[in-house]
């Protein structure tokens, strides 16, 4: 079945530091990635939509010049939060749609000091 | 909108014990629906992905099924063990552009 990575897998950072997370399809394009948060004790949620080689779109209540969205390839988004701070430290994961199914990577959990 | 309910929210059984997890949507026009498994602290592992023209699909120990005319599926695993403890996930795709929608989880505690 087709693959979608993320790196890095875990992270921690100092409060006011940028972190650049990816997300790759490994073995089809994807010209839609999707980058989803989790809430503690919540379900997960769709940040934005990453759409390749336009601007994302971003749910409402998300900060877009807070995330950070570039789709620069078919097969690789990136998401950087920038000046993060602790209420920023969630689980994040993407996913990459081929055809009818959505896949999704294994997420990446961001810890802020 | 797109909503997924999982009940329970957390279950507790003896090893060995059969046991169902249930997932609801609301809106059964999907094109399908996938159940993960999330360990603490860890990413989301992909268990069985049923397509909307499918039943039910089965991998070892688990066998999900899918009645989308009801807006249900459900989990079922046999002979449960302590490894199968987590927090199990259901995501309903609605496709096309549209995001997948997860439920709230139910998380597992399989007593030794």
């Known amino acids: 079945g087709a693959v979608v990575s993320q790196h890095p897998s875990r992270v921690i950072c100092k409060s006011g530091t940028s972190v650049k997370i990816e997300c790759r399809s490994l073995?089809?394009?994807?010209?839609?990635m999707f980058w989803y948060r989790q809430f503690p004790k919540k379900s997960l949620m769709l940040m934005a939509t990453s759409n390749e080689g336009s601007k994302a779109t971003y749910e409402q209540g998300v900060e877009k010049d807070k995330f950070l969205i570039n789709h620069a390839s078919l097969t690789l988004s990136t998401l950087t939060v920038t000046s993060a701070h602790p209420e920023d430290s969630s689980f994040y994961i993407c996913s990459a749609r081929r055809g009818d199914t959505q896949y999704f990577g294994p997420g990446t959990r961001l810890t802020v000091l | 909108k797109q909503e997924v309910t999982q009940i329970p929210a957390a279950l507790s059984v003896p090893e060995g014990e059969n046991l169902v997890l249930n997932c609801s949507f609301t809106d059964s026009a999907i094109y399908n629906l996938q159940w993960f498994r999330q360990d603490p602290g860890k990413g989301l592992t992909s268990l069985l992905l049923i397509q909307s023209s499918q039943r039910e699909q089965t991998s070892g120990r688990l066998n999900a099924s899918l009645d989308k005319s009801s807006g249900r599926s459900t989990l079922y695993i046999a002979a449960s063990q302590p490894g199968d403890s987590a927090t199990y996930l259901c995501?309903?795709?609605?496709?096309?552009?549209?995001?997948?929608?997860f439920g709230t989880g139910t998380k597992l505690q399989v007593i030794p």
């Open positions: 073995d089809f394009q994807a010209t839609t």
């Open positions: 995501a309903v795709d609605s496709g096309g552009y549209q995001k997948v929608t």
